[in-house]
Nanobody
Framework: QVQLVESGGGLVQAGGSLRLSCAAS????????MGWFRQAPGKEREFVAA???????YYSDSVKGRFTISRENAKNTVYLQMNSLIPEDTAVYYC?????????????????WGQGTQVTVSS
């Protein structure tokens, strides 16, 4: 069982930055694929970014160039640095872990999820 706890969400003005953190339990964290997803009110959950155990990263087109995913295996933590935020980034952001290193973009390939953290970007 893997537990994920997100932090770092909040209210920020457009153009600002936030850094989300996700702390994971488990001794095999360094082998997990980790992802960030988000869900805005009335919309389906969507892929944001992912990072494999190799360090290979993936981004959605909507955040590419603005967001950066990284991981610190010594701390069992994955980060999402969000810059140049826009109101359309407003959503609950979820951290997810995949123990089988499957598809990066599909939420179905992730085994464990955090409770989510709210990000609100004001115009």
């Amino acid at each position: 069982q893997v537990q994920l706890v997100e932090s770092g969400g909040g209210l920020v003005q457009a153009g600002g930055s936030l850094r989300l953190s996700c702390a994971a339990s488990g001794r095999a964290f360094s082998s997990y694929k980790m992802g960030w997803f988000r869900q805005a009110p009335g919309k389906e959950r969507e892929f944001v970014a992912a990072i494999r155990w190799t360090g290979l990263t993936y981004y959605s087109d909507s955040v590419k160039g603005r967001f950066t995913i990284s991981r610190e295996n010594a701390k069992n933590t994955v980060y999402l640095q969000m810059n140049s935020l826009i109101p359309e980034d407003t959503a609950v952001y979820y951290c997810a872990a995949d123990t089988d290193d499957g598809d990066a973009y599909s939420s179905k390939d992730y085994d464990y999820w955090g409770q989510g953290t709210q990000v609100t970007v004001s115009s």
